[in-house]
């Protein structure tokens, strides 16, 4: 059985030009493709991944076999991104991209998260894909500080929009309230700047 996507729920999202931010399932949103914050063996887990799943169903896992028995035989590396079927799901692809581990920032985190965000978008684009959701990756049980997470993820989306047209819409997927707040007040900083720097 499908699972039903949200109706209306772009009605409910703030607008931030192309970008937009919305608080609740995504799972259930119907962009073209959403992103999963994966674990490198691509074969399911916790949190999004394992919500990603059980809603998208046997098609994602049998499509994530498919890619470690062919290219992928020692799983997915961080910051990497692959494509496959959403399955069930409203959205027709899932992107899946192995966040980083925080270690306190000196292990490269924060330009292997930006390698997530810049490499699942290069994927969505070469696969024709219009809109896209993110969840938030690597602030969950890999304890990326999010407030720290946040600008990067932002940024990255910014510049990647910036030079490819052809991607109509980036959906920031906030779970609770604090992470709506945090990706908000980013977001409306950022529209400032932006402003500043085209004023004049």
Avoid at 13 to 20: K, N, T, V, Y
Avoid at 63 to 90: D, F, K, N, W
Avoid at 94 to 122: D, F, M, Q
């Amino acid at each position: 059985m499908l699972t039903s996507p949200t109706p209306h729920w772009r009605a409910n999202a703030l607008s931030f030009g192309r970008i937009l931010l919305y608080r609740g399932d995504i799972t259930r949103l119907d962009t073209d493709a959403i992103v999963n914050a994966a674990n490198s063996s691509l074969l399911g887990g916790g949190g999004v991944d394992g919500a990603i799943h059980r809603a998208g169903g046997p098609e994602i896992l049998a499509a994530c076999r498919q890619l470690r028995a062919s290219h992928y035989g020692s799983g997915l590396r961080t910051g990497e991104a692959v494509i496959t079927t959403g399955g069930r799901l409203p959205a027709r692809h899932v992107i899946h991209t192995v966040g980083p581990v925080w270690n306190g920032g000196h292990k490269h985190e924060p330009e292997l998260l930006a390698n997530c965000y810049r490499n699942s978008l290069g994927l969505a684009a070469k696969h024709g894909v219009g809109s896209v959701a993110f969840p938030g990756i690597s602030t969950g049980i890999y304890g990326y500080p999010k407030e720290q997470a946040a600008p990067i993820a932002i940024q990255e989306v910014r510049r990647f929009l910036q030079a490819h047209a052809q991607l109509r819409e980036v959906v920031f997927v906030a779970f609770g309230e604090d992470d709506f707040a945090l990706y908000e007040r980013e977001l409306i900083k950022l529209q400032a700047d932006y402003k500043g720097d085209t004023a004049g």
